[in-house]
């Protein structure tokens, strides 16, 4: 088959990291007699620096022409004091609305050979397997209005959490879908009892869930949430929630297994490309060093090949060769333990396409 | 000293442990030669029952009448299918908008005593000992408008986070006061990447500083605080944060030392009485059976005496108490570990009185 690819590696260590995804999905395309082609895009600081904004026009038409775009990290101190408009991050905010991201997975799992780098009991992060699909293009983010504004007199601020029911209702129905090919179990996360936009979205998951009879719904307030992560993060199947709710519980829980390097994440859009990422920053403090850990990167190349071009064998090839890499002993710094060596970014690439 | 305090048991387990308190302050009247008088309202869904309110008016008058208020637990599942405004965590809602309670101040402390109990590793939770201090009557709990809206002809809906600067300084005020008697150090949490209120918030922060050079400001934003409270939750020393992100963060936070059954809160009010409950709910399935943990609201009362009477060595006499009991390895169910008997709660009540 061919296929394009749209590579945005961004800032910090992204160039690193997506360089190593684009050399295990050329691998790939050779073993499986497939025809890759990549094209590059600035995105983030790197595309502020070059074209003064954070998402070019340019990048946006490469995106829409591609079959799915691959992303390696944005941001870095660098352009902090930026007004917000033309900080790294709004580039993230807008090729997620200009593409329709409107989905945002994140599969945590538990990496048996990474025990010791979990912050949790072995006995609580054992067997742990469940995903988080988050809302990403409505909500708090997105609202307007979005401003300061005066109150009897005084400086005052607004911002709006604002939903439609078809946003909600869409999200709510892939969340059961991918259910339906898990455990089939649905938590959806809301603060019904203050929220009036969570009892909507409580009304919503009710009557999608009537069309997935052989799934189970529960609903859980996001103050819970926050703390069944930690107390038993093993009861959870397919969680799923709003934009800002995703936002903290997505970055909790993908600390629980102690391997933030190895979780990938896709962004799935309602009619064009879907984007595929590491769920780690661009950690600016490492870039360039070769030492960045670039299996999350190449863990989301395996996800596009599965969802977007529907290609499992291929993607399972790439997870396989991972899996294999880890169980060699094999670590980059971020994941090494006490009495392991650590592999440079280029070695760990290097290993991954040897076994595959 | 002549002090009236309103108690108000509400649901659940809340008579059971905010009996243990009252007996608990009653012994420290005596022995500390103070007059201390109980006057009993009702909230939440005994509100409810009784009144068809889940905050009846003479609930207000009787706090705004008295000198501090101790709070049981709220709600239960036999109100779930109430409409909102008649649910009991209105009435929650309620209080803390009638009496200006602005600021909740909850300590997260590890009990060496308790470790066993905690879902993280050992060496990640000893020692911590953090407050965080959520905003309690403002953003997006209380933002108008909040409902159901057409959009485009569909159906939508809309909530707002609202809030004035003066709301955000008063609280993070607060927290540099606290911190100054502490570490000096405040990690105020935001979401400036994204939100506008939270650039107000950040300023602010920044604005206030400047009055308390000898204590060190750290922004975090919101998602990776809920990562730190995990990985590292040694550094944080205060935490400042809005409503909605404290409800999270605090929730999350409060399951770290495994010992939520011992977690005591204040909610500060601007210019009257304050209030004191324990961070855990009305766990109705154990209500009666007389096995809740009463040690949460024990120490919740201790933090009233310290708080809102400036009784710093009768606060301090109820937290030695409470600590003896446990290092002489008594304990409630909630936190037994395998080879522990566990007491009553009448008996923990008992145990901490004598030991007083
Ligand atoms: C950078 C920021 C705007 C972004 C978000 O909040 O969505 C990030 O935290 C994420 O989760 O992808
Ligand atoms: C019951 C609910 C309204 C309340 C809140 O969200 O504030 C509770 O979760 C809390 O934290 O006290």
Redesign the pocket.
């Known amino acids: 088959m061919k296929r394009k690819i749209a590579v945005l590696p961004g800032d910090g260590i992204g160039k690193e990291v997506a360089g190593g995804a684009v050399e295990i999905l050329e691998a790939v395309a050779e073993r499986f007699e497939h025809e890759f082609t990549f094209e590059y895009g600035q995105i983030g600081g790197a595309a502020i620096d070059a074209t003064g904004q954070p998402l070019p026009d340019e990048t946006i038409e490469l995106c829409k022409s591609s079959d799915a775009i691959l992303l390696g990290a944005v ?1 870095g101190p660098k352009w902090d004091s930026q007004p917000t408009h033309l900080r790294p ?1 709004r580039g ?2 807008k090729i997620r609305k200009d593409l329709n991201l409107y989905a945002n997975l994140r599969p945590i799992s538990y990496f048996s050979s990474l025990s010791e780098a979990s912050p949790l009991k072995q006995e609580i992060i054992e067997d742990v397997d469940f995903i988080i699909v988050r809302e990403l293009t409505g909500g708090l ?1 997105f609202g307007k209005p979005s401003e300061r504004t005066i109150f009897e007199g005084k400086e005052a601020v607004v911002d709006t959490l604002f939903y439609q029911k078809e946003e909600m209702r869409r999200i709510i129905e892939l969340s059961f879908e991918i259910a339906s090919q898990r455990q089939k179990k649905v938590t959806s996360v809301d603060k019904a009892n203050v929220l009036e936009s969570s009892r909507l979205w409580r009304e919503t998951a009710e009557e999608v869930a009537k069309n997935y009879p052989d799934v189970t719904l529960e609903h859980m307030l996001v103050d819970n949430a926050a703390m069944q992560l930690i107390r038993n993060p093993r009861q959870f199947d397919v969680v799923v929630t709003e934009n800002m709710f995703g ?1 903290i519980l ?2 909790e829980a993908s600390v629980l297994t102690g391997s933030l390097g190895m979780l990938s994440s896709a962004s799935i859009s309602v009619d064009g490309p879907s984007l595929f990422e590491p769920i780690h920053g661009s950690a600016p403090d490492i870039a360039g060093k070769n030492v960045a850990n670039p299996l999350a990167t190449i863990l989301s190349a395996a996800y596009m090949l599965r969802l977007s071009f529907g290609m499992e064998k291929e993607a399972e090839a790439v997870e396989k060769a991972v899996h294999s890499v880890l169980d060699s002993g094999f670590r980059t710094i971020d994941i090494a333990g006490n009495n392991t060596e650590s592999l440079s970014t280029e070695e760990m690439i290097a290993e991954v396409k040897a076994a595959l």
Chains 1, 2 share one sequence.
């Open positions: 941001g991050e993230l905010l983010y936002d997505s970055d």
